[in-house]
């Protein structure tokens, strides 16, 4: 089993920074690919970013690219979003994932571990 703790939410103006962390424990997530989701109001569960196991492969949504960075530190079994230039439209619950196998899926049903959420919230 693999627990993971998100942190680094909060409220933020428009166009500032946050930076997410995800902090596993339990298992290693060496291993794994780790997927950044968000769901707002009303919406359904959305990918947001993910990297495969060793960091060399990478998708962003398209709302997101340019504004948003993943990265993970296997060493410290820590996944992270750092994201700027915060738009309104992203105000979400933001969750990690992880899933049982190296590679990078788009679909949040191919993650079998998640966290509890953060919550984003970026004023206009």
């Known amino acids: 089993q693999v627990q993971l703790v998100e942190s680094g939410g909060g409220l933020v103006q428009a166009g500032g920074s946050l930076r997410l962390s995800c902090a596993a424990s339990?298992?290693?997530?060496?291993?794994?690919?780790m997927g950044w989701f968000r769901q707002a109001p009303g919406r359904e569960r959305e990918i947001v970013a993910a990297?495969?196991?060793?960091?060399?492969?990478?998708y962003y949504a398209d709302s997101v690219k340019g504004r948003f960075t993943i990265s993970r530190d296997n060493a410290k079994n820590t996944v992270f979003l750092q994201m700027n230039s915060l738009k309104p439209e992203d105000t979400a619950v933001y969750y990690c994932?992880?899933?049982?196998?190296?590679?990078?899926?788009?679909?949040?049903?191919?993650?079998?571990?998640w966290g509890q959420g953060t919550q984003v919230t970026v004023s206009s």
């Open positions: 994932a992880a899933r049982e196998f190296r590679t990078v899926v788009t679909s949040n049903a191919q993650y079998r571990y």
């Open positions: 990297i495969s196991w060793s960091g060399d492969t990478i």
């Open positions: 339990g298992r290693t997530i060496s291993g794994k690919a």
